[in-house]
Structures are given as C-alpha cells and as structure tokens.
C-alpha cells in the first residue's frame, strides 16, 4: 500500500499544505502504508508545450526530458494519490496546474461521450490510483473553495479537505493556548483520516467532519492578520 502526495504550494517544505499533508501521511503510515511528500518546487517540471507528441508521435511518452516520467510513474504505482494545494486566485498554484496538465500521456487522444452529453478521453493505463484533495485558503470564510469543487466534481475523490484560516496553522508555542488546542484536534483528525483511507480505503463521515472544524472564528483570525500586516508595514 502506497500513499504519495503532490505538495504544490511554491512554499514547498514550510508551507500550510506540508502542515495539513504531513499528519494525514504519519496516520497512513502508522496503519502500515509506504508514505511520500513530494514537493513539486523542488522538481523540475517543465510546461506542457500542447505539441500532443504523447498522444501521436510517441504513445504516451512526453517530448520534454524532466522529472515527470518518474513523478508519472510514482503516481501510478501509488494506491492513493492526493494533490495539495493552497488557494491562489480562487483556484490552484501554477504549479499544480502545471503539473497536472502534463499528465496528457496517461490519456488516449480520441474523444469519447458520456451519456449526460460531456466529453471525456479515456486513460491509457488500465489501473489508476485513487485520489484525494488538499485545499487551504488565506481567507477565513466558507466560500474561497467553490471554484475548485465546481471543477474536481467530476471526479471521485476519496477525500477532500478544504481548510480555511490556513495561515494559521503557522501557529507557534506563543500563540493562544486556544488555537494551539485546536490546531493539534485538526491534526489528531487528519491522522485519523489517513489510518481510515490505508485501513480501509475510505474516509468516515465523523472523521470528514472533524477535519473541517472550525479552528479560529472568521473575526479573530481577521484581527489577529491584519494586526500583522499593520505592525510589518509600520516598520
Ligand atoms: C498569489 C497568491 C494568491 C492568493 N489567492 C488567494 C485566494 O484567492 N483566496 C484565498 O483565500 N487565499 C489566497 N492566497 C493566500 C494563500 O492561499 C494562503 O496564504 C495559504 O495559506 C498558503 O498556503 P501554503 O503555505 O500551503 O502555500 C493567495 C496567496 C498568494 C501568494
């Protein structure tokens, strides 16, 4: 059992997502799966330049030479894959928009129809692994993921996490003991969910639930950022 995840955020090993992804792999792991960060940044990862040589010329091999044949072939030999990233402008980094255009060789190139009128192109590889989603937004707020569910919707996810207020999981051994309690909750639930998806290849409703608790109220974490930001410029 492998789970492996796709960090895009450009802040690579000290960004939110590395603190949402790292105790959600240590719960996978202590269920007894093989666990793997990859931090894109810190990849090679060229733009798809739209030539569709894999889908013509060279079936299903890319005709730029960087990291990604390896990162396609960690992707395809994970049971579970998730992608995280933070939100930039209502929807993904560039980076993980990146390098999610680049898996065009895993598609066929002929256009197929599905019954409710939408197009679709069928994967080259018989098995894929089951994927997850890891969003978390600078804003507090319900509403700074609906661009993202719109798109993922068509796809089945095992999991998906959405955490608002994500700049406060910055939060340090100074901070109110409040938030520290409810920083290590949010933690606690997302090993929990990563021991249920490498146990049993789900995640349970309660344990979804806890994972979007709320962490600081929307005013308070408000405050406490602008505070921030004045006493910064101030200086
Ligand atoms: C270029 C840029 C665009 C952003 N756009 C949004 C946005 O549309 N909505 C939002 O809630 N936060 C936005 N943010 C804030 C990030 O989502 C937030 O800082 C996040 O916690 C960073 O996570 P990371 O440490 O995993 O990169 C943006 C940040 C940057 C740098």
């Known amino acids: 059992m492998k ?4 960090n895009g955020s450009p802040r690579g090993r000290k960004s ?3 603190r949402i992804v790292s105790p959600l792999l240590e719960g996978a792991k202590e269920a007894g799966a093989q666990t793997e960060e990859v931090f894109l940044i810190e990849r090679d990862i060229r733009q798809c330049l739209g030539c ?6 060279t079936p299903g091999k890319c005709a730029l030479n960087d990291d990604m044949a390896e990162l ?3 992707f395809l030999e994970s049971d579970y894959a998730g992608m995280a990233t933070p939100v930039y402008n209502m929807y993904m980094t560039g980076l993980l928009k990146n390098f999610t255009d680049r898996f065009l060789p895993l598609s066929m190139p002929h256009i197929k129809k599905n019954d409710d009128g939408s197009f679709y192109h069928e994967g080259r590889v018989k098995r894929f692994p089951r994927q997850f989603f890891i969003a978390n937004s600078g804003f507090p707020g319900a509403h700074n ?5 719109a798109i993922i919707s068509y796809q089945d996810f095992v999991l998906e996490i959405y955490r608002n207020c994500g700049e406060a999981l910055q939060v340090t051994d100074d901070d109110d003991p409040r938030l520290i309690k409810k920083i290590r909750e949010f933690s606690d639930a997302l090993k929990k969910a990563g021991r249920e998806m490498a146990t049993n290849g789900r995640v349970s409703e309660e344990t979804v639930r806890d994972v979007h608790l709320e962490i600081i109220s929307d005013e308070e974490y ?7 930001w004045d006493e910064l410029i101030d200086d």
Do not use: Q
């Not at 993921?145 to 569910?149: E, G």
């Not at 408000?222 to 921030?228: Q, R, T």
């Open 3 to 6: 789970v492996t995840v796709f």
């Open 16 to 18: 939110n997502s590395h």
């Open 52 to 57: 569709f040589v894999c889908w013509g010329k």
């Open 72 to 74: 396609l072939d960690l």
């Open 145 to 149: 993921f609906d661009l993202i569910k």
């Open 222 to 228: 408000m405050a406490g950022g602008n505070k921030y």
